[in-house]
């Protein structure tokens, strides 16, 4: 299909997204054409690795296409959105566990459903350009696509801190905080992807490998652990507002534009994450019970109005930041009476 490349070459099986002008936003037709093809090479012996890249400069992949989410949604057709998620939820779960090496290469943006096709690979690649983000709590939603799984994975409390207020991690924080490997300048990619479908000699990758850019995490871990520890969203606002100093004034901001209860329910996801082994399905799972009710019981299809159909930027949330939603974020996130799609 035009929207994503996929062939072999020599002993690999290439994914290319194709939609720059879109900056590679995910389509339910590219994802369900992605899991065929990766489903189809498992099996395949003469196929030894996956490579997925991505053609512009801009973007690996920005997130899911959510425009027909939207149209759809007003018209109260939630099912559309709700089979999206749980194609796509699965095929983030068979990433993370491929049983054949599954290489990404991110350039430019990384967010949302990007993050779910690259980030839970075996070898994830980044280069000068690259911004990683999971920006869901501005739209109305989680972080998803297996996404809270790598964040309750983070040093100390970076996961609560990345996940509220959606900041952007550059090459060096990227991997700081678990969502790649390692660091090669764009210009060598064509060259390495280039050997490695020829090779299939992995070598190749640690071999190119360099030192990123020095990133500010590491320098703000000592802030975010003292800020971000509470349980609640409303712990960690009565920490950030105990002190002014530009990381707080940064995280109030942020706060006070995305939604109360989706950085509630983000919060509470990554707690029941760390609280157990994280494993991705169990993390998928609560994703998918935020997801699935985020139109008709939660505030992703105003998030989506403000920020991409009207773009007015001011959206009007279901609950205020003053006065977390504490019993409804237990609702989101309660299991459903009808069994559970497995992941």
């Known amino acids: 299909m035009s929207d994503v490349t ?6 690999a099986g290439r994914i290319t997204l194709a939609r720059p002008q879109a900056l590679n936003a995910m389509t339910y037709n590219m994802c369900m054409a992605i899991k065929e093809a990766i489903t189809d090479w498992a099996a395949n012996d003469s196929v030894e690795m996956v490579i997925i890249d991505a053609e512009g400069d801009r973007a690996f992949c920005a997130g899911g296409d959510i425009q027909e989410i939207y149209e759809r949604g007003v018209r109260g057709d939630y099912e559309y959105a709700r089979n999206f998620w749980r194609e796509e939820y699965s095929m983030n779960a068979m990433i993370d566990g491929y049983p054949k090496p599954y290489v990404a290469f991110m350039q430019g943006y990384v967010m949302g459903g990007g993050v779910g096709i690259s980030c839970h690979g075996s070898h994830r690649i980044v280069c000068e350009s690259t911004r990683i983000a999971m920006p869901e709590c501005a739209i109305g939603l989680v972080p998803d696509v297996g996404g809270s799984h790598i964040l309750a994975k983070a040093p100390g409390h970076m996961g609560k801190y990345a996940a509220t ?5 550059g090459p060096a924080d990227s991997i700081y905080a678990g969502f790649a490997d390692t660091y090669i300048p764009a210009e060598k990619w064509s060259g390495i992807k280039e050997s490695l479908s020829r090779s299939g000699n992995l070598a190749l990758i640690s071999e190119a490998a360099e030192s990123p850019p020095k990133g500010r995490f590491g320098e703000l871990a000592e802030a975010i652990d ?3 520890r509470g349980e609640t969203l409303a712990e960690i606002l009565e920490s950030v507002k105990s002190e002014k100093c ?5 995280v109030l901001s ?3 534009r995305n939604s109360p209860l989706s950085m509630g329910c983000a919060i509470e996801i990554i707690n029941r ?4 082994a994280p494993n991705i399905r169990t ?5 998918y019970r935020f997801t699935h009710r985020s139109m008709d019981e939660g505030d992703f299809l105003e998030g989506i109005r403000a920020a991409v159909i009207d773009k007015d930027r001011s959206p009007k949330w279901s609950h205020d930041l003053e006065d977390p939603p504490n019993e409804k974020i237990s609702g989101m996130l309660r299991p459903f009476e ?6």
């Open 254 to 256: 942020a706060f006070s």
């Open 273 to 276: 994450l760390r609280n157990h």
């Open 338 to 343: 009808d069994p559970m799609p497995k992941f």
């Open 246 to 250: 530009g990381f707080t004034r940064e």
């Open 226 to 228: 003292r800020h971000f």
């Open 165 to 169: 207020t959606g900041a952007r991690h």
């Open 283 to 287: 993390a998928l799972e609560l994703e």
């Open 6 to 11: 996929i062939r072999t070459c020599g002993v």
